[in-house]
């Protein structure tokens, strides 16, 4: 937003008694936001409810998670019709209009509605399901309707895309034209491709010159003395495979007792979504696991896992990254997952740590030089680690080697840069 200019809108992140839909626009570094507060009511059923237990748990296979409640679906569509109220009067008619994730699916089609005739784009920062989930959502077909009425929406990768042709081409009967992601219905043609995002590559490493980054290193590399720092950095979501990866760790101590003098894992996961009962009963899981194997394999003098409940600056990250000799990154599901990047970019280029990924995050299609893991195999996540603990150096250079150039080049300028030409070529 810097560097392009225009208005961010969004919820504001605050409740009010009685939301007046008054925006405040306020101008913080160079970037103008225009917010407007929710009502409890409206957190409740669109925020918490149709977003949080009903669209992400099933974008992420989670369909035992899922709650289909009508309530919650016309709390959606009515903040949705709230925000093309209070967004509307700011759009300039040359504007691009880029609207971002699933809580705001329907949006565009609601700026339609009122004679917007600018170019939308949409960008699905997860994945897309596979048809036989997303079929188990009432009125599917009236969402991806409202969807297409994007002129360009954007996937993270090309298995979410295919799977969205595959969903147009069963339920619509569209054409779809794989090379150029035209999707025609009848006479009516929209346009999606695949966009990985990637990271702010100069800021990242900017924050990695900072004292606090520095600090953050030498924290981490003095508590932890004569072990390997082992690292996962993840918001405290199901989807991203913290209690499975415990499992591993377990597993990976029971093969090799005596490596637990050797190995330190470190697991930074702040709470999130904490009214959402799924995330209550994560945080619980979670606790159970890592109490459970530090409970039987703890020393006086050691504890085998250290537990972090809170957030860092991106500065301290940088940090705690660079002194970790493996990152651990093993989501069951990920649209893309940036701490995979983040992981890597924060290496030091001579003496590279190793990055164990999940085959399953969207970053694993750009990753491939990654160990990759199954996230669901205990026994998987044990002998990477083993891997990772005996890579030499050569290895560890060459893999690091051959995925700097994605993390360094196909940045989010990048990212931005073509999504936003692109949109202003399709033909709308
Ligand atoms: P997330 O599910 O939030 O994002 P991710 O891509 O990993 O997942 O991004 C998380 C960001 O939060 C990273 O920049 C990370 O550094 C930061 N973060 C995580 N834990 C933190 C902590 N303890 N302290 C401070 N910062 C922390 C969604 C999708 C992803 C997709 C992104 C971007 O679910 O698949 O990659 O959007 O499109």
Redesign the pocket.
Known sequence: MQDYGGIWFGWSGQESEEPAGQVNLQRNDGVTTATIDLSARDVDEYYNGYANSTLWPLFHDRLDLTEFERETGKGYERVNELFAESVSPLIEQDDLVWVHDYHLIPLGERLRARGLKNRIGFFL??PWPPMRLFVSLPYHKRLVRTMLEYDLIGF?TQEWLESFFHYCRKEFGAKVNDATGEITIGRHTTVARAYP?G?DWDHFQAQGQTEDARDAEQRLISSTRHRTAMIG???L?Y??GLPERIDGIGRFFDGYPELVRKLVYIQ???PSREDVGSYQDIRALLEQKTGQINGARSEVDLVPIRYVN?????AE?FGFFRASKIGLVTPLI???????K?YLAAQDPEDPGVLILSQF???AQQLAEAVLVNPYSPDGLASAIKTALDMKLEERKQRYAAMLPTIRDENVQEWTKQFCNDLELVDA
């Open positions: 920062h997860i993270q995002i990271i950095v993840d918001r979501d989807s991203k930074i996961a702040p809170r957030g860092y600056s991106h990250l990920d649209g893309m997952n940036l701490v995979a983040e995050a969207g970053a």
